[in-house]
């Protein structure tokens, strides 16, 4: 991601900038000395445009007279309108046109201290680029783009607005980086590795491998990645909270499925776009992302991330359909399917989270079915939940930073296509309802007197088209989500 500075006004004589304006801002200040500079050009380009800074509204200069060499200006929309998520996605679609400049100004003379940084906030996250395994790739076609200054009459205050955003920055990057990596670099093992570096800042961190899950009874997680080389791996995070009360004790608790690549095993998946499954461990990297993010910031809720990573492939050794596993929590499940794997993986953990943490609440994140990408498409994460107050605060944080969530049901009749003939329950309903009966059967393993959501992120942890807050590739939902979350309800 590109660095910041926070500096006053100063229009600069060359490189790129982007100033952000309100539609019912008065086109003096910058937006006037711009048009001096550049003797005019700005508000002929405007006029020729029909820009009125309506929201998303753009016009772009090149090496206008006097000005800077790429001039970008950005339409915000009505002022009493803008939002923190507005700001930080007009703050990322500003750089996006200012990657080839080797430097950068960015200005928003309508924007609060807060909404600046918000601006910068989305700067940030819509500069990552992950390229770690490109060595041919011209010159001509790398961004240049490494610092982005951002101009504004108050820095200090908005510095201060930042910092906490700064640490969400390097939660949401550490995410993408592991959901961008290849199955055959990132295997259990070497994501628990990068775990276990998380202790630098401040994080209790703890690793089981096979003896210690199989003498916890981890039988439906072992199940899965029996048929892998590459043993599993169960990780927890811990963070203590900032001065937190040690009488309190009842951490927030998040959970996420880890498949670090997903063959379906013997229930084979097809060939085409079986690459895409190396980021089926994404609920995993958002709860690595989210508990480095709360470290950075010092936060002051205690919360736990628990890792379930294993590899789900096909071989002599693997899971058959019809095998039947005991899970953490005693209870016993046929496996009818062995590419509805995550939930096995998911079920030890929520049974063994209870029993451990005795936590205030549990969220689980998955790249868990394709169904809900047939109900959803890429625009919404599906949210199940079995307490009203705990999906409405979800809802919220969705809207409020962009990682969007739709609450799904539950019910009694979705239950019912888990009957097994012989276990406690199947893996899988029938076809119809997929996202629903795989919720329904997580739900099984957890307390009634435990508030829980489910979080289905299988349409959202991966972007094929750019958007204001993300490039193409990984997109880090659900750290953000989960971040203002805890801070809105849970710090006060």
């Known amino acids: ?62 090496a206008p007279p006097g000005g800077p060499s790429h001039l970008v200006v950005l339409g915000l929309g009505k002022q009493a309108e803008l939002t923190p998520l507005a700001a930080a996605e007009a703050g990322g679609q500003a750089v996006s046109h200012l990657f080839k400049a080797e430097r950068a100004a960015l200005a928003a003379p309508a924007l609060s201290p807060e909404l600046f940084a918000q601006a910068l906030h989305g700067a940030r996250l819509r500069s990552y680029r992950f390229d770690r395994y490109r060595t041919r790739e011209k010159p001509e076609e790398k961004p240049k783009l490494a610092r982005l200054e951002g101009m504004h009459a108050e820095p200090a205050k908005v510095r201060a607005a930042h910092a906490p955003l700064a640490a969400r920055e390097a939660g949401i990057a550490f995410t993408r980086d592991l959901v961008s990596e290849p199955a055959n670099v990132l295997t259990p093992a070497a994501f628990a590795d990068r775990c276990e570096k998380l202790a630098e800042l401040g994080l209790k961190v703890e690793v089981m491998g096979p003896k210690e899950l199989k003498k916890l009874g981890f039988g439906a997680l072992l199940g899965v990645a029996q048929g892998s080389a590459n043993e599993p791996r169960v990780v927890t995070l811990h963070w203590p909270g900032r001065n937190a009360r040690k009488k309190e004790g009842k951490p927030l608790a998040f959970l996420g499925k880890g498949v670090t690549f997903d063959t379906g095993g013997i229930s084979l998946k097809p060939a085409a776009n079986m690459e895409d499954m190396k980021w089926d461990m994404a609920g995993a990297g958002a709860v690595a992302g989210l508990l480095a993010t709360l470290a950075r910031r010092e936060a002051k809720a205690e919360a736990v991330g628990i890792l379930g990573l294993v590899e789900n492939m096909p071989s002599g050794t693997a899971q058959r359909p019809g095998d039947v596993v005991r899970t953490y929590s005693g209870q016993t499940v046929e496996v009818i399917n062995t590419d509805a794997e995550g939930r096995l993986v998911l079920a030890d953990l929520l049974g063994w989270c209870q029993d451990v943490f005795k936590p205030r609440l549990m969220v689980d994140l998955a790249t868990l079915t394709g169904a809900i990408i047939i109900g959803l498409g890429h625009e919404y994460a599906g949210l199940f939940a079995s307490h009203d107050g705990l999906a409405a605060e979800l809802l919220a944080a969705g809207e409020a930073t962009g990682d969007k969530l739709w609450r799904m049901p539950l019910g009694e009749a979705y239950d019912k296509e888990l009957k097994s003939d012989i276990a406690d329950m199947k893996n899988v309903g029938g076809r119809p309802a997929g996202a629903i009966t795989a919720a329904q059967f997580l739900k099984r393993f957890v307390a009634d007197d435990v508030p829980w959501a489910h979080l289905d992120i299988a349409g959202t942890a991966w972007t094929t088209k750019d958007k204001p807050l993300a490039g193409k590739g990984a997109t880090g939902f659900g750290v953000a989500l989960l971040d203002h979350f805890i801070a809105r309800h849970y710090e006060g």
């Open 1 to 62: 991601m590109i660095e910041i500075d926070v500096v006053k006004p100063q229009l600069p004589a060359s490189g790129g900038m982007a100033l952000l304006v309100a539609e019912d801002e008065p086109r003096s200040g910058l937006w006037a000395e711009l048009d001096r500079r550049t003797e005019g050009a700005l508000s002929r380009a405007a006029e020729i445009a029909g820009f009125k800074g309506g929201k998303g509204q753009v016009v772009s200069l090149l």
